[in-house]
């Protein structure tokens, strides 16, 4: 089955941006989405379909897909931007819907 | 405005069979292409994927949990169900229902309930 793999933490100060990134065999033939999930609260989809935003998500919220590697972008970085974010794909070999295992983001 | 709640036993005990319901609010279960999803999370964990039921009744369950579960659907009371047998504390963790979106390029999840924590023990 496909495997995404995420580094479990990421640290940043606040103002600066952060690059959060996703790693899968091929994953740039493929659409990424992204999920932001805090303490003791559902997932949010923050990223759907490489780089859209749903309504309500900050523009400073982006992604991007090449290669071997996606990449879930934040710029200047809030404290409430603290949170685990998880990458996911579809898997259409499977009909499996894929996370990744998720980074902790902590500001700083 | 879509919503999803979870609802079912808490407590399970070892060997028997977990059962959550999710009731869909603000939207019909019948509407559009979407699939109602099952997640779950161990404490302290990442995310996986139980499976998903169209309101037609076409179902898919993740092939590591395929021989334990069965997802089923009421249109009637729009809702979906869960149940998996034979649990261990492995199976211990918050059981979210969500609603999948798929077009031909991919599927995402767009809507999750609250998330319910389930507990096997005895």
């Known amino acids: 089955s496909y495997v995404l793999t995420q580094p479990p933490s990421v640290s940043v100060a606040p103002g600066q941006t952060a690059r959060i990134t996703c790693g899968g065999n091929?994953?740039?033939?493929?659409?990424v989405h992204w999920y932001q999930q805090k303490p003791g609260q559902a997932p949010v989809l923050v990223i759907y379909?490489?780089?859209d935003r749903p309504s309500g998500i900050p523009e400073r919220f982006s992604g991007s897909n090449s290669g071997n590697t996606a990449t879930l972008t934040i710029s200047r970085v809030e404290a409430g931007d603290e949170a685990d974010y998880y990458c996911?794909?579809?898997?259409?070999?499977?009909?499996?819907?894929?996370f990744g295992g998720g980074t902790t983001l902590t500001v700083l | 405005h879509l919503q999803l709640q979870e609802s079912g036993s808490g407590l399970v005990k070892p060997s028997q069979t977990l059962s959550l319901t999710c009731t869909v609010s603000?939207?019909?279960?019948?509407?559009?292409?979407?699939?109602w999803s099952w997640i779950r999370q161990p404490p302290g964990k990442g995310l996986e994927w139980i499976g998903y039921?169209?309101?037609?009744?076409?179902?898919y369950y993740n092939p590591s949990l395929k021989s334990r579960v069965t997802i089923s659907v009421d249109r009637s009371k729009n809702q979906f169900s869960l149940k998996l047998t034979s649990v261990t504390a492995a199976d211990t963790a918050v059981y979210y229902c969500?609603?999948?979106?798929?077009?031909?390029?991919?599927?995402?999840?767009?809507?999750w309930g609250q998330g319910t924590l389930v507990t096997v023990s005895s």
């Open positions: 969500a609603r999948r979106d798929c077009s031909s390029a991919s599927c995402f999840v767009d809507y």
């Open positions: 603000g939207g019909s279960i019948t509407s559009g292409g979407y699939s």
């Open positions: 039921i169209y309101h037609t009744g076409s179902t």
């Open positions: 091929n994953i740039g033939s493929k659409s």
């Open positions: 379909y490489v780089s």
């Open positions: 996911q794909v579809w898997d259409s070999s499977s009909d499996l819907v894929v």
